[in-house]
């Protein structure tokens, strides 16, 4: 190489050190006017991110006590602590585990406290506490077979017509069409 190629290869050297080190100070100059809001960022992250980390470790707990209540009340249903610890725990799970034991004890009055109670239990607590009142009850899940109840109502009042208006409404997929075919037979005499 000549001479005037090892200066040329120097300058080369020398304006791309100049250009790092300009950005380099550019960044310091850029750290040093936003250093409160970089920190304040940083911070908020952390402190979000680990405050989502801690509220899931407190739900895990949560859920960890209702189930151990609800196994507890499992084997001693008359172990008020451990409903008491599942109502605190897990509200959803102490309705459901009380409109449980009230349709096992077929207990209707029972019920009423859990009528209030969101969607899918609401309908299924008053559909249950119609049935234990010896009542046809309505329900969108248990829709035919509330069908097929009204029927079956409306055949011991003598009422066939409507009894056929409501057989004619159970689909015939339904688990309960068995039934509701039986039922239509009866209203043919």
């Known amino acids: 190489m000549s001479l005037k190629d090892e200066i040329n290869y120097v300058k080369e050297e ?29 911070i908020l992250l952390v402190v979000g991110f680990g405050g ?3 509220y899931g470790v407190y739900q895990d707990h949560r859920l960890a006590q209702a189930n151990q209540a609800l ?25 459901l585990y009380r409109y449980s034991t009230a349709v096992d004890q077929g207990k209707a009055e029972a019920l009423k406290p859990l009528e209030s109670s969101g ?11 119609a049935v234990l009142s010896n009542r046809p009850g309505d329900s ?17 009042a ?13 689909s015939e997929n339904s688990p309960v069409a068995g039934i509701a075919r039986l039922l239509r037979h009866s209203t043919l005499k």
Do not use: C, M
Not at 25 to 41: D, G, P, S
Not at 141 to 153: C, G, M, N, T
Not at 160 to 170: F, G, H, M, P, Y
């Open 158 to 170: 003598g009422k066939k017509e409507v009894a056929r208006s409501q057989l004619a409404l159970v």
């Open 71 to 95: 196994l507890t009340l499992e084997k001693n249903p008359a172990d008020a602590a451990a409903l008491k610890q599942l109502e605190s725990n897990n509200p959803k799970l102490y309705a």
């Open 119 to 129: 969607d899918p239990l609401g309908d299924l607590v008053r559909y249950h506490e």
């Open 140 to 156: 969108k899940y248990y829709h035919d077979l509330s069908l097929v109840e009204k029927a079956y109502e409306a055949l011991k």
């Open 14 to 42: 020398l304006t791309s050190d100049e250009k790092l080190l300009e950005s380099a100070f550019r960044l310091e100059r850029l750290y040093k006017k936003h250093k409160v809001k970089i920190w304040t960022v940083v």
């Open 52 to 54: 989502n980390a801690l």
